[in-house]
């Protein structure tokens, strides 16, 4: 089936289905979907008719039949190894049929504005190398599904998008993170690859979160039942109600995220409620801890007098925001987190190089979900800290090769405190052992912290190229 034709028979599809006003699916089921393969996934809708509804598979001849309890009906059917474009055929007195189905590898890619960032950029913000990428996107094998950004003040079933084949008009429009994570997948796993977007720019985390998870956080405001559109994309639970609700259950292998640059202000309450919103994803899913893998924010926002007043007193909080995302991935089973301290651009919160965000996404996919151990994935990581007279010797795991980016002999992305709690730039050095790092400011160093601001590019890395998280090897509080 060609593109043209395809892109043009599903608003007919959909009209045919309305028009008999019986057997209604949501948006994502649809022509040309990808469904996650090897597994048992679920298939839902409505109907105003009380009669038996029968899905037969054409993959397996298989007929799966299911009766509608007060116009709602739901099963499941097991699918198998990756092929296609096989038929769903749906019966019940008439009949409907989703055709162009392939079975693969399925993802959900969520959070704010650097996910949903198009190839095409944003204005005046363009992303790396779009064009060849949008040149030679052209694959049948690589669908999207690109939902409707909405929020709403109660729980929707359907979220307005379209199954597309991967080429220039589709992924020119598409989050640049979430096409070329699926290319890579599917290069390297051979198998078709679908891709759920489901995101908006600058937006909370509690806005993502449904308004059970947020029990636990009282002073959140949930708006009133009016079945409405909310004016704000930020009301908690509104991009949950509208975006994900419509979306739980279907049958998918992860999930990537990208968010969090609107919680800089509140890291602490950042690192409860992220995880909560996972794991309540994860128990409506009700599919086991899929994979989640997310993107530490990047480096941005240096000191200009063109920011804001209230930009620059967040700035002391954004490197707290991330040790908030490198500790949730100790809380979050079955996560990972991209690192990303390399690829900040200043005073843009949106890096253009969005393939090696995808690349470092797809390392933490490919090694810890499909088993490709060859594959590294994980930077430099703060181990321990020792002290001899006024040096500090840090140790690292995952520290193979360690080394200052761009083969530099020292970094001047460290800091050493006394006691005192005052910071003073530090000389760091790498030696078999770890870094050693020392200030002659301080004579007895307590704490190190390292790449621990707003803006900064990380430039410690192991022999692969991956790059260490910024942390701090103290706990003092956090600024106000």
């Known amino acids: 089936m060609k593109l043209k034709f395809f892109l043009g028979a599903l608003p007919l599809f959909f009209l045919n289905l309305s028009s008999q006003a019986k ?126 950004k909405v929020t709403w003040s109660r729980p929707l079933n359907d979220v307005k998008g379209e199954w597309q084949y991967a080429a220039p008009a589709a992924v020119t429009e598409f989050s640049a993170i979430g096409y070329t994570f699926a290319k890579t997948l599917h290069e390297k ?78 890291p602490e309450n950042y690192l409860k409620m992220f995880p909560d919103m996972v794991k309540d994803w994860r128990n409506r899913w009700d599919i086991g801890d899929f994979a989640f893998y997310y993107v530490q924010i990047a480096p941005y926002i240096s000191k200009t007098e063109k920011l804001s007043k209230a930009s620059l007193e967040l700035q002391p909080k954004v490197p707290f925001l991330r040790e908030a995302q490198l500790k949730a991935e100790t809380i979050i089973p079955n996560s990972g987190m991209a690192v990303i301290m390399d690829v900040g651009t200043a005073n843009t919160i949106h890096p253009p190089d969005k393939q090696t965000v995808s690349d470092r996404l797809a390392y933490l996919a490919l090694n810890k979900t499909y088993g490709f151990k060859a594959i590294p994935y994980q930077g430099p990581a703060y181990k321990s800290q020792s002290t001899e007279g006024n040096k500090v010797l840090l140790k690292f795991d995952h520290a193979e090769g360690l080394q200052f980016k761009g083969g530099a002999t020292e970094s001047s992305n460290f800091e050493v405190a006394g006691k005192n709690q005052v910071f003073y730039p530090a000389k760091a050095t790498i030696t078999k052992d770890g870094v050693v790092v020392s200030a002659s400011e301080v004579e007895k160093p307590v704490a190190v912290r390292y790449a621990f601001k707003a803006w900064v590019l990380g430039d410690l890395v192991n022999k692969y190229g991956l790059p260490a998280s910024s942390f701090r090897t103290d706990n003092w509080v956090i600024p106000m």
């Open 23 to 148: 057997v209604v699916l949501p948006s994502v089921f649809s022509n040309g979907m990808v469904l996650q393969r090897n597994a048992e996934v679920a298939i839902w809708g409505t109907s105003d008719t009380k009669k038996e509804i029968t899905l037969t598979t054409s993959w397996n001849g298989k007929a799966y039949k299911v009766s509608p309890s007060l116009g709602n009906w739901k099963t499941k059917v097991a699918t198998p190894a990756a092929g296609g474009p096989y038929t769903i055929t749906i019966k019940d007195g008439d009949e409907t049929q989703l055709q162009d189905i392939l079975i693969g590898e399925v993802w959900v890619a969520s959070g704010q504005s650097n996910m949903e960032m198009p190839l095409k950029g944003f204005k005046d913000q363009p992303v790396t190398n779009a064009d060849e990428i949008i040149k030679n996107s052209t694959n049948d094998k690589i669908r999207l599904f690109l939902g409707e």
């Open 189 to 266: 796993l051979k198998v078709p690859v679908g891709i759920i977007q489901v995101a908006w720019g600058g937006t909370l985390v509690q806005a993502w979160m449904s308004a059970k998870s947020l029990n636990a956080y009282p002073d959140v405001k949930i708006p009133e039942d009016t079945n409405t559109a909310l004016e704000n994309k930020n009301v908690a639970t509104g991009l949950f109600n509208a975006m994900i609700n419509p979306i739980v259950g279907y049958g998918i292998k992860g999930a990537i995220w990208y968010q969090g640059e609107q919680n800089r202000h509140e």
